[in-house]
């Protein structure tokens, strides 16, 4: 049976992006990660090392064996997609850009490895099971600028309705364009009208074939 990871190696598996599965440690402790299966390198520069599958679980589920009695320590400068509405005005500077950027790559990286058939076009297991963040992270990727105070952007918010999220924006042609956003990144979208304020929102819901 293979070994569980040491306590070190347990504290950068649970410090990973929780979004995208990138990965901060030593040049030994990625390398030991890989090894076991844990991680993979990014082919493309700069050649970040994220989560497998099977480290995804390792880090959700927890490493087979005893519990290590010392707690991780807290992750830091961890991405988190803008789903909008937040306090603070949205960042739209290089630094977020790149962050963007690389938590886009990423995610394209684990649904190749997760996804049956590997492809890239289709969102995996866990965009169903992240449903805010994985509409959020899209639509970020791809341009659109998330609501802050001022009220103005898109906003993706949940829904009673099973694997379907609701992104309102309260310019029209930009609905339209973050629906155009939406399908190009694999999810099926509707246009539909709010009863009582009559404001047209999408339900967005990961396409599965």
């Not at 659109?144 to 379907?164: K, L």
């Amino acid at each position: 049976m293979t070994r569980p990871p040491t306590a070190a190696q347990r504290r950068v598996i649970e410090a990973a992006d929780p979004v995208t599965g990138r990965l901060r440690g030593t040049p030994a402790q990625l390398a030991a990660l890989v090894r076991r299966g844990l991680a993979f390198r990014h082919p493309r520069p700069p050649h970040d090392h994220f989560l497998t599958p099977a480290g995804h679980r390792v880090r959700e589920a927890g490493a087979e064996g005893p519990p290590e009695p010392a707690p991780a320590p807290p992750a830091t400068g961890v991405f988190t997609a803008r789903a909008g509405g937040e306090e603070e005005p949205p960042d739209t500077g290089p630094a977020r850009a790149r962050e963007v950027r690389g938590a886009w790559e990423g995610l394209l990286e684990l649904r190749r490895m997760t996804n049956a058939d590997g492809a890239t076009d289709r969102p995996c297991g866990w965009e169903r099971s992240h449903l805010v963040r994985a509409a959020a992270l899209a639509l970020e990727a791809g341009g659109h600028r998330p609501a802050g105070p001022d009220g103005a952007g898109y906003r993706v918010r949940a829904t009673p309705q099973p694997e379907a999220v609701a992104v309102h924006e309260p310019d029209g042609a930009a609905l339209r364009a973050c629906a155009v956003t939406l399908e190009r990144a694999g999810w099926q979208v509707g246009e539909h009208t709010e009863p009582r304020t009559r404001a047209r929102y999408l339900l967005a819901s990961p396409r599965k074939v």
